[in-house]
């Protein structure tokens, strides 16, 4: 059993309860939606990181740890078409970080993150952890006279766009993997480009921005972020919907870093940008009428037109060719 199919099992058990009438969604998608009165929902999301197995302690300054916690729920409300409002935080502590520096620093990442979309911290919990430092991220957010955009809204025909650019965060990994380190710049004249893409990894940018004008101006039919990577997240999205798509692989937005630095280092920046996750950009569906009402850019960040939704099946077209996108992004099991 995956995680998704142990999800898809809770799931069932939490359906098969009923609901309520003040439930809008609950599991299966970024953040689960609450009524609060006619014309205003909250959405809530909860992310947890583990040592040694979302991040490493070794690899991941504090601060970049902090703002990558908050950081990877914003994302979530941002794939709601929703406003991020409010934030708890739980915390398990192993002894030799308490009296360290290591939570002011991992404060203040977190801090500085929300200030800029004055989210209000409100609470969360602290227990001691065994040797492993442990965080959940729950991030609150509201939709105002505006419905949530789902992953389920996908119509066939519907066009496939992308925020930013695909495949930094995994190769910032594979940089790590290799030894690269963010507060270790060495004199080589890639240096630059190495320590933008280990940012990509250890502090990628929610696009809260792009998430509030789709929703607030009805412009996407679906939505989701790319936290396990383009294969599974697009699978996820048309699952929801009961649709297929097609992605046109010569216009993903590769990052042109990782093209740069990605052919010296046997990478295949094509498969990074499929299948290589946490790139935290948007993942969203157009009718064809409203792709024209689209903005250019939102805060500097462009998007892409990558492909169009089918009836079924999920294929790649490169060139003349079509093959089958399988779901091979990050796994837990
Ligand atoms: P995301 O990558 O957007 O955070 P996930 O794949 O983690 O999404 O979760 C998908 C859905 O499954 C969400 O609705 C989430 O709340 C739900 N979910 C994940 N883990 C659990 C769990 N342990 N119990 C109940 N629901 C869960
Ligand atoms: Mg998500």
């Given at each position: 059993?995956?995680?998704?199919?142990?999800?898809?099992?809770?799931?069932?058990?939490?359906?098969?309860?009923?609901?309520?009438?003040?439930?809008?969604?609950?599991?299966?998608?970024?953040?689960?939606?609450?009524?609060?009165?006619?014309?205003?929902?909250?959405?809530?999301?909860?992310?947890?990181?583990?040592?040694?197995?979302?991040?490493?302690?070794?690899?991941?300054?504090?601060r970049l740890l902090g703002h990558k916690a908050l950081a990877v729920s914003l994302s979530d409300?941002?794939?709601?078409?929703?406003?991020?409002?409010?934030?708890?935080?739980?915390?398990?502590?192993?002894?030799?970080?308490?009296?360290?520096?290591?939570?002011?620093?991992?404060?203040?990442?977190?801090?500085?993150?929300?200030?800029?979309?004055?989210?209000?911290?409100?609470?969360?919990?602290?227990?001691?952890?065994?040797?492993?430092?442990?965080?959940?991220?729950?991030?609150?957010?509201?939709c105002e006279n505006q419905p949530p955009v789902f992953r389920s809204g996908a119509k066939v025909?519907?066009?496939?766009?992308?925020?930013?650019?695909?495949?930094?965060?995994?190769?910032?990994?594979?940089?790590?993997?290799?030894?690269?380190?963010?507060?270790?710049?060495?004199?080589d004249h890639e240096w630059p480009s190495i320590e933008a893409l280990l940012l990509r990894q250890?502090?990628?940018?929610?696009?809260?921005?792009?998430?509030?004008?789709?929703?607030?101006?009805?412009?996407?039919?679906?939505?989701?972020?790319?936290?396990?990577?383009?294969?599974?997240?697009?699978?996820?999205?048309?699952?929801?919907?009961?649709?297929?798509?097609?992605?046109?692989?010569?216009?993903?937005?590769?990052?042109?870093?990782?093209?740069?630095?990605?052919?010296?280092?046997?990478?295949?920046?094509?498969?990074?940008?499929?299948?290589?996750?946490?790139?935290?950009?948007?993942?969203?569906?157009?009718?064809?009428?409203?792709?024209?009402?689209?903005?250019?850019?939102?805060?500097?960040?462009?998007?892409?037109?990558?492909?169009?939704?089918?009836?079924?099946?999920?294929?790649?077209?490169?060139?003349?060719?079509?093959?089958?996108?399988?779901?091979?992004?990050?796994?837990?099991?």
């Open positions: 059993m995956n995680e998704f199919e142990f999800i898809a099992r809770i799931r069932a058990q939490a359906e098969s309860r009923g609901s309520r009438s003040d439930l809008v969604r609950g599991i299966g998608d970024d953040a689960a939606v609450l009524k609060q009165f006619a014309g205003r929902e909250t959405v809530i999301t909860t992310d947890l990181l583990v040592e040694g197995v979302d991040f490493n302690r070794d690899t991941s300054p504090p409300i941002a794939a709601m078409g929703a406003r991020p409002r409010w934030a708890l935080c739980s915390i398990g502590v192993p002894p030799q970080l308490w009296d360290s520096s290591f939570l002011d620093e991992f404060y203040e990442g977190l801090f500085s993150l929300a200030d800029r979309y004055d989210v209000k911290l409100i609470g969360g919990d602290v227990s001691r952890a065994a040797e492993k430092f442990v965080v959940d991220s729950i991030v609150l957010g509201e025909g519907d066009r496939l766009f992308v925020t930013g650019a695909l495949g930094a965060a995994s190769a910032g990994l594979r940089l790590l993997e290799r030894g690269a380190r963010i507060n270790k710049a060495t004199k250890l502090a990628p940018e929610p696009r809260v921005g792009w998430g509030l004008v789709l929703g607030q101006e009805h412009l996407t039919t679906a939505m989701i972020d790319l936290s396990d990577g383009l294969s599974s997240d697009l699978h996820h999205l048309c699952k929801e919907s009961g649709v297929g798509a097609v992605v046109r692989s010569a216009s993903l937005p590769v990052d042109p870093l990782v093209t740069e630095l990605c052919g010296r280092r046997a990478l295949d920046p094509l498969m990074l940008a499929l299948h290589g996750g946490e790139d935290f950009e948007l993942l969203f569906t157009v009718a064809p009428e409203n792709a024209k009402r689209l903005p250019r850019k939102v805060d500097g960040i462009g998007i892409t037109e990558i492909g169009e939704i089918t009836s079924k099946g999920i294929r790649v077209s490169e060139g003349a060719r079509v093959w089958k996108l399988k779901p091979e992004g990050w796994k837990h099991f």
